[in-house]
């Protein structure tokens, strides 16, 4: 009971590509409370051209689709958003070649690999304030609901894990090595890579009709 | 945002397009991956050289693309590093025998997206490598980098290795001209102004009316401090003291001073501090051998400049005076 | 006031030595006069061409004097003329048995400086004429002017006169070579900002958040009118307009087409003007064969830009050709 | 009775050079009105001079001054002041060349002579709103002075109806050959160069010790 079709990958994929592109310019203004603010725009970028060329990407299996997402956003994505959404569904892509549905013991080996494979491109670990913050939490999270197997609770608690972590890492001073002389800009804002994964897994939520309530102002006030 | 643009969306595109309109002898445009060429191409027996980051620093990296200087170049939206793919194919449109030096400011996702375009470049045989340019001496870590930023010293790099390139030296010994620049120059700059990029629509950052802010980065990043405004004499000290006693400069070097100004600034403020930074420069023994005045790495309008100091030997002299020529002329 | 400024009353000067400094083998500096000369001197054998007017226009006129362009160049202090014996020296510095010809923009201040400064010269024996260069279509009178003004077509005028008297023409001849560039070319401006001189510490007119003032004069002065902001492509088909349509240019013509920045506006927006500027000229039939895309009369750190269409024939074109060395430079 | 010394010119002079200075800003400030804002500051910039050098001018008669005058108003002051007022002075010289002493006919003809000078420099006529609006009425009613040989009076005269000419232009649109189109912005605004003579005429009276009560604003305000 705990196998994930393929059909509702392509589900998550295509609620990511609504979300990314609803939460565009609210992405980027957060990006511009201590960063340039561009981080909406990029991603957006992207998953629009995966929206609109959705019915072209090759779905023969996970892996395929997967594959060709990594390469539209290495196409289409710039920033530091682009090598890292396009290492994490590049490494997620090579674990699921060929598979038409996963376990969730797979789900979450694909999440340790695209983790491994960002910290690799960028180097960033956890406590940096970048959305590994939120990863590696709901990588723990996923694990720990391995065992029993219910997707839905899984779920549910990994976008509870990634809400907190925007909480939890309000104050860090960002970016890993940002030196301090530097940092009060980004003291007491929210990482918006971080915001970007708890309201993706909360739409991800609503969208499998799993009943969630954030509590987290950035996520309760996103643009419906 | 009182800007000369259509849609925001497509401001790189379009003054790409311009750029390539205006220099159709000299450079081919790919508006798919925001990439410009040398019309000549790359030679198969000298060394490709290739840059590129996020937009906003024109002329820096486009407008220097063409004989003596880039093979190649491609950008980013504004301020965003460029694609992998992007930089992918900027390389491979740059492959030579002779081999590419990719030239990469240090910025995170700058030097992410080279990294993997560089390892894709190599998995298909060509011989690439990547050099990461850091002379900013403002702040050690920063927004957006490990370590410390790369920032108008650039052009020296790009120029020397240009002309190495240019007079056939191998890819190990363009990589130790840009190593050698890149260890002699050093950089700091000052915003007067912050900067509209025009897909934000709203300043990158809030500065007061008599502040400016000491060390900024090319994309506003924060600097050393924010302080009131002073005569630009005393802006100049601040500049000229912390780059010149960043690397052990020494009384009787033959340097080449850089005053960048960073896109709002008129040309007469920049002679300003090129005044009183050669005066400076002369008092501590320094020969000024060659100077740059003018905008070499900007920050969109932002009101400001920079200051560089790049030491050099018999050998970067040389490079420096080889002729040129780019898309960035007056003539 | 956020500038690279020490004491206002001195800004001109400072950067006149800057430029100085900058220039050592190219030019000489005289303070008293704030005049610049090339190293080289006069050559009797060949016609000097000076220039000068109030500063803030660089690098219009300063630096715009070496080989192939102007012989000397005065500045008065910020947008007002230079002193009549500023002038009377210019000349006299530039005097040679092959006649001196004096560009001067149609100002009243600057015409009236020039008129004393040639008759003084005249009266000293030196063969001095006057050319009068106004270009800007935007208003038939203005502040400071009877008649159109002169604006940045004032480059092509500086440009092909230094080069047919570098090639040994006559003041006859290069008199002619003013009057025909002068005939054939026109301009047109839009500011964004106003600008601040130094001394005065204040904008020089004031100008609404989503307003732009179309035909601005190169000191701020009023232009056709005002209007809200709108896109890059409708001003630049408002300018183009307003500057083809003022000569007969018709279909199958040579063309320049220059995009000046005046001041604050990055090189990237140019370029998108420029984009836009050349595929009207295409549509209109005219063949671009150079383009000038930069700051070439600037108004201080005005943000704004305007459009200059020259209609070349063979001898334009070579003498725009021709090669000239002057402090604005590149590398 | 009606002879002016020498002594009284170089009163005059000083006295002129005192007003400039005292008013740049204020001057440069009316020009910022509908000008470029820098008339203060260059007249300034010349009488600066004359004021630091007073001592070495040639003061063997009236005609060497006023030429030393005008050739440091050539040297030293820039904009359409230097000719305009370096043109005057020129003019002056010339009909003063060897005295030391002129009567107010000889003044009357000094001021005409500079009046021609100024003209044929600039080609402004009465109505353009120059100083020449405030030069030719000045000069008529000098020479209505003329017979009666009052110096008081002829000056407490000249700075009256310097002053009335603020007001009689104010409405006028600047400068001469301005467009319509645009003239809104001096269209209610003093003419610098006119105010420049009122004020200065205002401040000889004070010298000489000749009442005057001035009641435009322009001279009403003026820094003290
Ligand atoms: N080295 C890194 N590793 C992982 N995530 C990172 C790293 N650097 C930045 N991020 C994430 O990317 C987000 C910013 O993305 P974006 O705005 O596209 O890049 P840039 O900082 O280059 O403008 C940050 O909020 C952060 O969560
Ligand atoms: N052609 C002219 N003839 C006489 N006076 C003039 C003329 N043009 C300007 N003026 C006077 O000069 C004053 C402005 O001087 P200034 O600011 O030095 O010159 P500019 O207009 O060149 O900036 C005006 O207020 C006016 O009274
Ligand atoms: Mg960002
Ligand atoms: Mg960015
Ligand atoms: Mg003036
Ligand atoms: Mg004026």
């Known amino acids: 009971m705990s196998a994930i079709p393929q059909a509702d990958i392509e589900r998550a994929i295509r609620t990511t590509a609504a979300t990314v592109l609803r939460n565009e310019h609210y992405f980027s203004d957060l990006d511009g409370l201590a960063g340039d603010g561009d981080f909406g725009t990029s991603l957006a970028t992207g998953f629009r051209v995966i929206d609109n060329e959705w019915g072209e990407i090759d779905k023969s299996n996970i892996g395929a689709m997967l594959l060709k997402i990594s390469m539209l956003v290495s196409k289409h994505v710039g920033g530091s958003s682009g090598p890292i959404w396009g290492t994490g569904f590049m490494k997620a892509a090579m674990l699921t070649r060929g598979k038409e549905e996963i376990s969730l013991d797979e789900l979450a080996e694909m999440l340790g690999a695209a983790i491994e494979g960002i910290q690799a491109r960028g180097g960033a670990k956890l406590g940096d304030k970048t959305l590994l913050d939120a990863l590696i939490p709901v990588h723990e999270t996923l694990k720990g609901h391995c065992a029993a197997g219910d997707k839905a609770a899984a779920l549910k608690d990994c976008a509870g894990v990634a809400e907190q972590a925007i909480d939890e890492t309000r104050t860090l001073v960002a970016h890993r090595g940002r030196a301090s002389q530097v940092g009060e800009r980004s003291a007491n804002t929210p990482d918006p890579g971080i915001v970007s994964i708890a309201v993706i897994l909360n739409d991800w939520c609503k969208e499998f009709g799993i009943a969630n309530t954030p509590t987290v102002a950035e996520v309760v006030n996103q643009p419906a | ?331």
């Not at chain 2, 060429?37 to 198969?44: A, F």
Request: hydrophobic share 45%.
């Open chain 2, 1 to 331: 945002m009182k800007k000369f643009v259509n849609d925001p969306a497509k401001f790189v595109p379009e003054f790409m397009k311009g750029i390539a309109l205006a220099n159709p002898d000299l450079l081919d445009f790919n508006e798919e991956f925001q990439m410009v060429t040398r019309k000549s191409g790359p030679s198969s027996s000298k060394v490709s050289i290739v840059q590129g980051s996020g937009s906003g620093h024109e002329p820096a990296h486009v407008m220097a693309v063409g004989p003596g200087m880039l093979t190649a170049a491609c950008q980013g939206a504004v301020f965003a590093a460029p694609p992998v793919d992007a930089c992918y194919e900027t390389i491979k449109a740059a492959a030579s025998d002779a081999g590419v030096l990719v030239l990469v400011n240090n910025y995170q996702g700058d030097r992410m997206a080279w990294d993997m375009a560089t390892e894709m470049a190599t998995a298909e045989g060509i011989n690439a490598r990547q050099f990461w340019i850091n002379d900013d001496v403002a702040v050690e870590d920063s927004l957006y980098t490990v370590g410390r930023r790369g920032v108008a010293g650039n052009f020296f790099v790009m120029k020397a290795c240009g002309a190495a390139a240019e007079a056939g030296a191998s890819l190990d010994e363009v990589e130790a001209v840009a190593k050698k620049v890149n260890d002699n120059v050093r950089s700091m700059g000052v915003a007067l102004t912050s900067c509209i990029p025009p897909a934000k629509g709203t300043p990158i950052f809030e500065l007061g009316d008599d502040e400016i802010e000491v060390g900024v980065g090319i994309h506003g990043e924060p600097g050393r401090r924010r302080e009131k405004i002073h005569s630009a004499d005393a802006i100049t000290e601040e500049l000229f003291e912390a780059v010149s006693s960043d690397i052990p400069f020494k009384s009787g070097d033959r340097v080449a001073i850089m005053v960048n100004g960073l896109g709002g600034t008129p040309i007469t403020e920049l002679y300003v501090i090129y005044a009183k930074a050669h005066e400076l420069a002369e008092k501590a023994g320094f020969t000024v051998v060659r100077n740059y005045v003018g905008e070499y790495c900007t920050s969109l309008e932002m009101a400001g400049a920079s200051l560089t100091i790049l030491k050099l030997d018999d050998e970067l002299e040389k490079l420096l005076a080889a002729p040129a020529e780019t898309a960035a002329r007056i003539f």
